[in-house]
């Protein structure tokens, strides 16, 4: 087993009074596989690779969808997923990303978007 340090930081908040913050902690890692399978056992082991696999198929996903991506795309692209291996980025349509920005965006933001197409348009 070796030390693996970890950190996280909160960014401040005003609105809600959190202050920004930052904890670091140390815990015993796992050198290798074989490591792994002898302190938590092989089943643990597969269970955690698949939950942290879905977050971060998760996490594609999100920002495949956020920078406009076709759903059909996204799932072309990912089907051939392996776990640990980095994906390749996929089109993006430029409309969808806008409306998706504009759905997601507040009020006030939605004002400004207005307001820059109309300037836009009008130049």
Do not use: H
């Amino acid at each position: 087993m070796k030390d693996l340090q970890v950190s996280a930081k909160v960014p401040e908040n005003k609105e809600k009074g959190i202050a920004a913050m930052e904890a670091t902690v140390t815990v015993q890692c796992p050198e290798d596989l074989a490591e792994a399978e002898k302190a938590y056992g092989g089943d643990a082991v597969l269970s955690n690779a698949i939950a942290n696999w879905k977050v971060t198929l998760q996490a594609n996903i999100r920002g495949a969808l956020k920078r406009g991506e076709a759903i059909e795309s996204i799932a072309t692209r990912l089907a051939g997923a392996k776990m640990g291996v980095a994906q390749i980025g996929g089109q993006v349509d430029a409309e969808a990303a806008f409306k998706a920005k504009f759905l997601a965006a507040t009020p006030e933001d939605r004002k400004k978007m207005i307001a820059q197409l109309r300037d836009l348009a009008a130049a």
